[in-house]
């Protein structure tokens, strides 16, 4: 009798542990934009679930539609969505995609945006706005309880959202593409193409235990320089105020006028010369500042040239100035969609950083700690 209740409760404990397990799998539901279908499809197929149907299309008036065909009662939902050059249509179908599971009682809504849009709007910019806020609340309000972004531009845009931002980063792939791919890599010297990004490149090179060189220098107006108007000169002060002459400056001609910024010609602080060049960044989108600085490196005397960054935007012709500049390889992740861009340029090459977006999806779904993710990450990365 002892040994049937046994036998009993030994097969309860293997039902409830069976149980369990399927109901953790059971309840990950992987939904897809227009975007990027194939990462998401990567990552279905690395996770061993099914991608979740729901179909997403435009009408003839241009207005969005989804439709989710399956129930999603109670079920943790990830939405695949990144930015693409469509970038506007891009966000309406994630924010019409997260409240429309929202409204069909999803248990949690993550978005899984590798790239996201409007991250170098982050700024105020005269009289702009920082843009990468609007969107942060819009997500919010949509019904995103979590965000798994990616080598976000800056790292306080995480500080826009009311919700928590997991900022993943591509470093580890970057960095062991350099160890593997690159012949030689021991005579290479990690280059920031602008002051701004030497702290990337010097963590690249602390890591690789390799030189590092900056380009200093511009050869167009920044934005931040360009003429809006604001340039009227203050109302002169008419009135007789005594001031105490030994204690207080005075400035005869009222608000003193900023002296003007000018840009030394673009040059290369560091030694290059019989080197490989490896330019490091987060971000490839107008590839021209790209381009002139390999100019320069190669006037410099560097014998190769590599770019590597996490997105690959390569806007316009972009596909065209590299496979006509001095560049020989352009390294990018697979956060953005650029099949056709590899088609127009032999020098684009791709890492699949899939494996790291299914593992934090894992994790999260299982209530681990990321902490693994961020191994030897540092700040600069």
Not at 36 to 49: K, Q, S, T
Not at 267 to 290: C, E, K, L, T, Y
Not at 294 to 307: R, S
């Amino acid at each position: 009798m002892l040994l049937n209740k046994t036998r009993l409760v030994g097969f309860t404990n293997r039902s409830r542990k069976s149980n369990m397990e399927n109901n953790s799998t059971s309840d990950i539901v992987i939904l897809s934009g227009n975007s990027h279908p194939e990462l998401a499809d990567l990552i279905a197929n690395r996770l061993g679930v099914r991608k979740g149907g729901c179909s997403v299309y435009h009408k003839t008036n241009r207005e969005t539609m989804v439709e989710i065909a399956d129930s999603i009662r109670g079920k943790n939902l990830y939405i695949v969505q990144t930015g693409t050059k469509d970038v506007n249509n891009n966000i309406m179908e994630l924010l019409i995609m997260a409240y429309a599971c929202k409204t069909s009682s999803a248990r949690s809504i993550v978005g899984v945006i590798p790239y996201l849009p409007y991250s170098k709007q982050c700024k105020m910019r005269k009289r702009g706005c920082i843009v990468t806020k609007l969107l942060a609340k819009m997500m919010c309000k949509s019904g995103l309880t979590h965000i798994i972004t990616m080598d976000l531009h800056q790292k306080e845009i995480q500080g826009f959202f009311d919700c928590p931002v997991d900022n993943l980063r591509a470093s580890p792939f970057l960095l062991q593409y350099i160890q593997e791919s690159i012949p030689d890599y021991r005579n290479s010297v990690i280059v920031a193409r602008n002051p701004g990004s030497a702290k990337k490149a010097t963590s690249y090179a602390e890591r690789l235990r390799l030189a590092i060189a900056v380009i200093h220098g511009e050869q167009k107006e920044a934005e931040s320089d360009e003429v809006d108007g604001r340039y009227s000169p203050p109302c002169m002060s008419s009135g007789n105020i005594s001031v105490d002459k030994s204690r207080t400056m005075d400035v005869s001609v009222g608000v003193p006028v900023h002296p003007a910024k000018e840009k030394p010609p673009i040059n290369v602080v560091g030694d290059v010369g019989g080197r490989i060049a490896i330019m490091v960044d987060d971000m490839i989108d107008d590839v021209q500042s790209f381009v002139a600085a390999a100019e320069v490196l190669k006037e410099c005397g560097a014998y190769k040239i590599y770019v590597l960054a996490t997105h690959g935007l390569l806007s316009s012709d972009a596909p065209r100035l590299i496979e006509d500049s001095p560049i020989d390889e352009v390294v990018v992740t697979n956060t953005v969609p650029h099949e056709l861009q590899k088609m127009q340029c032999n020098k684009i090459k791709t890492i699949d950083i899939s494996v790291l977006l299914s593992e934090a999806i894992r994790r999260i779904h299982n209530k681990e700690s990321m902490s693994y993710l961020f191994k030897n990450v540092t700040l600069e990365d």
